[in-house]
């Protein structure tokens, strides 16, 4: 499969709780992306970790990268009702194939936030 | 930042007939095309990669002559659906990424999607 896995699939909570998506991939990368897509819209970028970084901070969110587990963490902090959306990783696989720099997508966690 | 227009936002087509939907890169050049495919409340699957001038690259279990996409300029890529069926419903996102990257340094900036409905 070129997907990756996310969890949790969905997840509800109130406004101002802290809301956690994780992400696993499959191959070595050249850094991994988090997206927000809104219902039926385009993806809107949210940032960006590399490969040799671990912790990487914007605002409300929070990412971290285990390259050794092959995973990722997306905290959004005291989230608000308009952080409603669906959340997606990707990761840039580091392989003699993506030369051209293909992104791959995790499965995603589409987020409630409850007013 | 770097904007990608995608268009028709939403099409709505008879069963039989082909559509094109058309991604142009509106200040930056294009040097790669990605055109994703999303249903319903799962992940957008990598479709088809293309480079200016040169033959579309597709994942496996993608028809090429059903899909066919075309990247005749560094600002400009197509995708038409050839002879769409229901089948063929689902939302179609491109990305473009650029010699420099796209949006921000991060290097891939999306369209905005096109919803396709085969009837």
């Known amino acids: 499969s070129q997907q990756g896995e996310e969890d949790p699939q969905a997840l509800s909570i109130q406004e101002g709780e802290n809301a956690t998506m994780n992400c696993s991939y499959k191959?070595?990368?050249?850094?991994l992306q988090w997206y927000r897509q809104n219902s039926g819209r385009g993806l809107v970028h949210l940032i960006l970790?590399?490969?040799?970084?671990r912790e990487k901070h914007s605002g409300r969110l929070r990412v971290t990268l285990d390259t050794s587990k092959k995973s990722s963490s997306l905290l959004i902090t005291a989230s608000r009702a308009a952080d409603t959306a669906s959340y997606f990783c990707?990761?840039?696989?580091?392989?003699?194939?993506?030369?051209?720099?293909?992104?791959?997508f995790g499965q995603g966690t589409e987020l409630s936030v409850k007013p | 930042g770097a904007v990608v227009s995608q268009h028709p936002s939403r099409v709505i087509c008879k069963s039989g007939t082909s559509v094109k939907i058309e991604c142009r890169s509106l200040?930056?050049?294009?040097?790669?095309m990605f055109w994703y495919r999303q249903f319903p409340k799962k992940s957008l699957m990598l479709m088809a990669t293309?480079?200016?001038?040169?033959?579309?690259?597709?994942e496996q279990g993608v028809e090429k002559d059903k899909f066919l996409i075309n990247h005749a300029s560094l600002t400009l890529s197509t995708l038409t659906v050839t002879s769409a069926h229901p089948e063929d419903s689902s939302f179609y996102i491109c990305?473009?990424?650029?010699?420099?990257?796209?949006?921000?340094?991060?290097?891939?900036?999306f369209g905005s999607g096109t919803r396709l409905t085969v009837v």
């Open positions: 970790i590399r490969s040799n970084e």
């Open positions: 191959t070595s990368i050249n850094n």
């Open positions: 293309s480079n200016e001038g040169s033959k579309a690259t597709y």
């Open positions: 990707a990761t840039a696989p580091r392989t003699i194939y993506n030369q051209g720099g293909k992104l791959i």
């Open positions: 990305s473009a990424r650029g010699a420099t990257g796209g949006s921000e340094g991060y290097g891939y900036t």
């Open positions: 200040d930056f050049q294009a040097t790669t």
